[in-house]
């Protein structure tokens, strides 16, 4: 998490060296942590937590984990005064927090009452390729050939999952699915401004206490709903709270200041099919053929965008998913 609150090197570019084993350690523990969260959701759902009250509990935890923590690195820094947003900034930071940890965790909550964790994970992945679209549309970013081709691909993979869960009508789960990736999208484009001029470590705890905020009303209900729920529903709640959040982006953070975003981003594309993996070692659970072979093509679609791209789809501190 130090990595945070310091800009990357300039000395010695983390694209030009080779990879050592801590590097690629921290890939694998940054993928595993974040494709976590797929399968613990739904095994949190499964305990009778409800989807509203299950994310309130969420970042009610993440918040009390994260936060003490980033302030404490902040306030030790001898580069960084620890200063809270302009008033000016706020009406942003709440934009992105009910975007990006609100909308997008109840969505997913929503929808994984009726989806598998591998398919809502494979549907999360047409993120990066709506962040592209929108981007292309509200700033003109130049998209290539490639870019064009590889969304049209990622989202015919999209289309293949949804039809193998069924008709995709409003409010089905895979539709909220899709609104949680939207969700997403717009979070990342509407983040920039603010961790560029404020910093990730402020603007990470302003997200939270955002999106948090927007959760209150469904706070009691879980906390009862937890204060009747077995040891094993504490578990699984607090690693939801503790391993996708904290440990994944500590460990993300952490790998962007050591081998750059370019690379580091690669591992996301790595989350769907670890997802699948982690969901049949926890619940024992495969998706079927058509669900895989959508899940190819959308991974196909990510790659073919990659491709053509010429510069790192989104800053080294925006690159993650709202999974903090």
């Not at 984990?65 to 306030?75: C, D, H, K, Y």
């Not at 709440?94 to 929808?111: D, E, P, Q, R």
């Not at 209900?221 to 699984?236: D, E, H, N, V, Y």
């Amino acid at each position: 998490m130090e990595s945070l609150n310091a800009p990357l090197p300039r000395q010695l570019s983390p694209n030009a060296r080779p990879l050592t084993v801590w590097d690629m350690g921290l890939g694998v523990m940054t993928l595993v942590a974040w494709s976590s969260a797929f399968p613990l959701v739904q095994m949190a759902l499964r305990s009778g937590v409800a989807p509203l009250p299950l994310a309130s509990l969420r970042y009610g935890l993440a918040s009390l984990i994260v936060m003490p923590f980033v302030v404490s690195r902040l306030a030790r820094s001898g580069q960084v005064t620890l200063r809270l947003p302009p008033a000016s900034a706020w009406p942003r930071y709440l934009l992105c927090g009910f975007l990006g940890i609100t909308l997008y965790n109840v969505c997913l909550n929503l929808g994984e009452e009726t989806v598998s964790p591998a398919t809502a994970s494979l549907i999360g992945a047409s993120s990066p390729v709506i962040c592209g679209l929108l981007g292309a549309w509200l700033h003109r970013d130049h998209l290539s050939r490639f870019g064009w081709a590889g969304s049209a691909l990622a989202f015919a993979g999209v289309l293949l999952v949804c039809a193998a869960q069924g008709p995709l009508g409003f409010g089905s789960g895979t539709f909220v699915l899709m609104l949680a990736a939207l969700g997403n999208a717009l979070f990342n484009i509407l983040q920039v401004p603010l961790v560029r001029r404020y910093g990730p470590g402020i603007s990470l705890c302003c997200f939270i206490i955002a999106g948090a905020g927007f959760l209150l009303p469904w706070l009691p209900q879980g906390i009862a709903t937890l204060l009747k729920s077995p040891p094993r529903t504490w578990a699984i709640l607090l690693a939801l709270a503790a391993i996708p959040g904290v440990f994944g982006y500590g460990c993300w953070a952490r790998l962007l200041g050591r081998i750059g975003a370019p690379r580091a981003s690669l591992i996301l594309y790595g989350v769907p099919p670890c997802a699948i993996v982690l969901t049949l070692l926890l619940e024992g659970s495969w998706p079927n053929v058509a669900t895989l072979l959508g899940g190819a093509v959308v991974l196909a679609g990510l790659a073919l965008t990659r491709l053509g791209s010429h510069k790192p789809a989104a800053d080294p501190e925006i690159s993650a998913p709202p999974e903090i």
